[in-house]
């Protein structure tokens, strides 16, 4: 089968599932690695040699997630919450390699050789240490959260990586003396780790710096976007040949830019944001083709216990360092319950691994971090959610495009506008309109049918255009109906009607066979009530870090 019909399907039915998924109330993050599933191990539609073959796109995917995440990690966050993020980040990430490491040595003592297993262990131990920051974000997205336990997240996950890579360097330099590869020195492996991290950094540091440059010069969203994607790929091709880390380089990139030019580069980030929704959805598909579903019982017995102990040592650990720095109530309490997912970082720093280690144990290796990665992508957003969801903060970073699609004409119409009979005289008329602040009045016939409109620009010519008398009633001075809406409408569709047709105002009748006048949709009065909502919605979300 063709690769470009392969992604083409994956695609489509990951959308598909996460949309099937998200009508039970569960995070769509799980429809896709779901279909994943069902295209990979169960009907072997995507095989291990097509997985291979979209290995560059994994890196492509791990750029954009790293770009993005870098544009959260602004200059106050860290000014403001800096000794919290360093604080749980150490407790999280330090105790779940402890406990990780621990427990899986106990349970692998019984199939191995104590050195073999204990080279093992802290491996696992390493890896768990990372939090999958491709989901975490997307569930945040989705969910349009705002707020302290938002923000201490987001800057936790885009570090947990940089923890990782440090616990997995140091491990796995451990792990090679102990399972008989000694030809390495530990002081070598130590300076590679150090030489990857500090070139990760300044690889992005000097893309970022490239990417401003250019943003400065242009004002073109089509060239926007061209520029910013092209560096993102050119920092993770630069990074792949130097060996340097990929989402640390083009995280490093986004810092830059959206600290050196936080207003120009938000329609770059912006941009990207809307570009990426089909590589998420690509990705997730991929992580969930890669689940052997046939493996011995040995296989889910350390996969259980790598999931259990990850999942207690980070909701353990963050709860300390929440409580160490002085963490709100909010990141205290349900901070822990939000970085259990894991992804292809960890599966990358356990390829990466496994060199290291030759035939059964490799194979052991790999099964049991698949396996515990598919269980933890697959509780991880349900705990996220809950998560969020107990801090109030779901909801809170809403746009006014996102409250127009929950509403319809119904919801939001005026009941009270007034209203003109056809046969009312044209003393009556000004008498109604210099009683009310309205700048629109439906006409309505003795049946309370609405048969026109009158406006204050209507009024105006009329005392241009005409000889005023006591004879003029309303009917002499109405303007036609061009557009009606009904309360069923969806408020997208008829803003989008009052915008092609250039009017404010839209009389609301009962349907489209009953001209029964109910209301009056004012356009800008309810965009400006939206925008209200989402300022309060923000502001709100906000004041719960000063609580």
């Known amino acids: 089968m063709p690769l470009i019909l392969l992604i083409g399907i994956a695609i489509f039915a990951g959308t598909v599932g996460a949309k099937i998924i998200q009508k039970l109330r569960i995070p769509q993050i799980i429809g896709y690695i779901a279909i994943g599933v069902i295209l990979g191990p169960v009907l072997k539609i995507i095989s291990p040699q097509t997985i291979e073959t979209l290995e ?21 966050v860290f000014v403001k919450f800096g000794k919290q993020v360093f604080a749980i980040l150490l407790f ?6 402890l406990l990780v490491g621990l427990a899986s040595f ?13 080279a ?15 989901s975490t974000v997307n569930i945040l997205r989705e969910y349009k959260t705002r707020g302290p336990l938002t923000t201490m997240l987001t800057a936790v996950v885009a570090l947990d990586d940089a923890l990782a890579l440090v616990l997995y360097i140091t491990s796995v330099s451990l792990a090679s003396f102990l399972s008989g590869h000694k030809d390495t020195h ?7 780790s150090v030489k990857e991290l500090v070139g990760s950094l300044g690889l992005g540091l000097a893309a970022g710096l490239l990417l401003r440059w250019i943003i400065s010069k242009i004002d073109d969203d089509e060239k926007t976007l061209v520029f910013t994607i092209s560096t993102i790929v050119l920092t993770i091709g630069l990074a792949i040949r130097l060996e340097f880390d990929v989402i640390l380089s083009s995280m490093a990139c986004g810092v830059v830019l959206i600290n050196l030019s936080p207003r120009r580069s938000l329609r770059a980030f912006e941009l990207i ?17 890669r689940l052997n579903v046939t493996m011995a019982g040995q296989i889910w017995l350390l996969a259980g216990v790598y999931v259990v102990c990850s999942i207690i040592g980070k909701t353990t650990g963050a709860y300390w360092g929440a409580s160490y720095s ?8 349900y901070l822990g319950f939000c970085l259990y997912q894991q992804g292809t970082i960890a599966i990358a720093l356990l390829i990466m691994a496994s060199h290291r280690f030759e035939g059964d144990i490799r194979d052991m290796m790999l099964s049991v971090i698949i396996v515990g990665v598919f269980i933890l992508q697959f509780v991880g957003p349900l705990f996220t959610k809950v998560g969020i969801r107990k801090a109030g903060e779901v909801g809170m970073n809403i746009t006014e495009e996102d409250l127009i699609k929950t509403h319809s004409v ?3 119409m005026d009941t009270k506008a007034p209203v003109i009979s056809a046969g009312m005289s044209l003393s009556e008329v000004i008498k109604v309109v210099s009683g009310t602040d309205s700048f629109y009045y439906s006409v309505v016939d003795d049946d309370k049918k609405l048969i026109g409109a009158i406006t204050l620009d209507g009024i105006r010519n009329t005392f241009s255009t005409q000889e005023l008398n006591d004879w003029l009633v309303a009917l002499d001075i109405l303007e036609p109906i061009i557009a009606k809406v009904t309360p069923e409408m969806t408020l997208s569709r008829a803003f989008e009607r009052a915008r092609r047709l250039d009017i404010e105002h839209l009389p609301v009748v009962v349907s489209d066979e009953d001209d029964s006048l109910v209301g009056v949709l004012n356009c800008r009065a309810v965009r400006r009530a939206l925008s209200a909502e989402v300022l309060s919605r923000q502001q709100k979300a906000d004041s719960i870090a000063s609580r």
């Open 120 to 134: 093992v262990a802290v491996v696992f131990g390493a890896i768990c240490a990372a939090t999958d920051p491709a």
């Open 273 to 289: 944001r809307k570009f990426s929704p089909p590589i998420y959805v690509l990705f997730f598909v991929i992580i969930g083709t």
């Open 92 to 97: 999280e990430g330090g105790l779940a390699f």
């Open 106 to 118: 106990l349970a692998l003592n019984y199939f191995y050789d104590w050195h073999i297993a204990l």
């Open 56 to 76: 560059p796109f994994n890196f492509f995917a791990l750029g954009v997630i790293g770009f993005l995440i870098g544009g959260e990690l602004k200059r106050e």
């Open 326 to 333: 002085k963490a709100v109530p909010t990141v205290r309490k």
């Open 186 to 192: 530990f002081a070598e492996l130590l300076f590679h």
């Open 410 to 412: 119904g919801d939001v």
